[in-house]
């Protein structure tokens, strides 16, 4: 009996055994198929929506380099308004990457019947013949030459361009007129008729004229048509300088520098209009070494350095071109979760003086109920290293894209 009962026992014990062996191999399994160590990360990061978010979330990161910029130049994916955007800015050749020239391109190489963009192309081209017509008038003839040969890759038949290269090139313009003129059909000419010759008369003796009028005469003239700084030896300058040698205390040598001075910063507050930095500073500069007023010329520097600080500013630039020091991540809408839903957001946004984020706004998003909210909560408490220019921290335009995956 007492080994009936022994085999008995040793039978409950092994089904025993058995049963918890299979229950520690079923949660052994469940545990492996729900968490999927093999993947990597701990078992908080792979259940956790805000790990996934911070994983697929697009944080700004440093700078970018060599092949990774011009990537860059095309993340809210829309590069007709970040032309626009670059228009707007001035900034229609530089920096490269992000100008309005290389973006209107970039949208004419994929597309070349976008309408769009080859009147935005047009319109910057015009700009440009623009800013190549006052590196002329100002003798900055390589400024001028590379304008024309920019246009003309792109547009060869930009009639601007076209009419700026013969102002670069006369001898060539004058070359085509002739060969034009030798093509037209020749017509016979009459010899003209004799006329008896007319005696000449003396003319009678000059009055005595103040030299100084006299180079004041060609002064005006130079005003008059335009021609401040080139050629070199008929322009407004020259005959400044000629007065200011010959006849330095002249009333009339004066009034010549107080009215070219007057000149050169009336052409620097057009240039600035226009966001043609370049040009302002060399009218400046002319108006200075004139010896105009020196308050006005501190007051157009000054003018000239807020414009210069406006317009970069106004650039926008990649947040991943910026140094992060407080960053928050975007919460997974639970809403968007439950119905496994992924996608993202595109996000413009200033970046203040002080580092903190403001007028954050959406661009494009994936979705028109999801997301966004999410995003723009995210980025008005990141914070940044403020952007430095010209020794000033400056308030810096910039965007980004916030990817939800699950």
Known sequence: ???????????????????AGGVVAVVGIAWLVILKPWSGGSAAEQSAPAAKIAMATDAPKPPPSGDEAPAAASALGNPLRMAELAFQAGMLVEPQEYSAWTLYRSVLKTEPNNA?????????????????ETALEQGRFDDARATVERVRAALPQHAGMKALADKIWPAAASGRAALAESLKPQL??????KVAPVPVQEAPPKSAV??????????????????????ANESAKHYVEQLST?????????????????EFLGRATQALDTHDIEAAGVWIDEADHLGADPVNVRAARAQLLDQQIALESAKPIPASALKITNYVKPVY???????????WVDLEFTVQPDGTTNDVTVANASH?????REAVAAVEQWKFEPRVFMNRAIAQRS????????
Do not use: C, W
Request: glycine share 6%.
């Open 1 to 19: 009996m007492s080994a009936t009962r022994n085999r008995d026992a040793g039978r409950q014990s092994d089904l025993m055994l058995y049963v």
């Open 116 to 132: 769009a963009a080859s009147e935005g192309l047009s319109k910057v081209a015009d700009e440009l013949v623009r800013r190549g």
């Open 188 to 193: 016979a000419v009459q010899p003209p008729p």
């Open 210 to 231: 103040d030299p100084a009028v006299e180079i004041n005469q060609k002064l005006e003239e130079a005003l008059a048509a335009g021609r401040l700084l080139t050629p």
């Open 246 to 262: 010959k006849h330095p205390n002249h009333d009339v040598t004066r009034a010549a520098r107080e009215r070219l001075s007057h």
């Open 333 to 343: 809408p639970q809403r968007a979760l439950d119905r496994g839903m992924q996608g």
């Open 368 to 372: 028109d109920s999801y997301f966004r």
């Open 399 to 406: 965007y980004t894209r916030i990817r939800f995956v699950q």
